[in-house]
């Protein structure tokens, strides 16, 4: 098993902050990165102690990132599998 999962950061995050994009790929090891003309933005697939454990040959599931602008921290909240955020314990 692996700690593995799937993000989406927005362009204008990335352009427009990077102190907090630094902060939210810290720990990580980015496996893939997929630009989303149609989100504009970047999804990537990474591993690292922030995400849940998955079996092998699973599917990695999709998180979002939460960036306090108050005091840095960075949390990743796991979706339901009916695709609803931020209902899983926040992990980071």
């Given at each position: 098993?692996?700690?593995?999962g ?83 314990a926040?992990?980071?």
């Amino acid at each position: 098993m692996r700690c593995m999962g799937r993000f989406f950061v927005g362009e204008k995050f990335l352009m427009n902050d990077q102190h907090g994009a630094a902060r939210i790929f810290q720990g990580m090891v980015v496996l893939q990165a997929d630009h989303r003309y149609d989100r504009m933005g970047t999804e990537y697939l990474a591993t690292g102690e922030m995400f849940d454990e998955i079996p092998e040959g699973e599917m990695a599931p999709l998180y979002d990132v939460v960036v306090d602008e108050a005091d840095g921290s960075v949390q990743f909240l796991r979706e339901r599998e009916d695709g609803q955020a931020g209902t899983n314990a926040p992990r980071g």
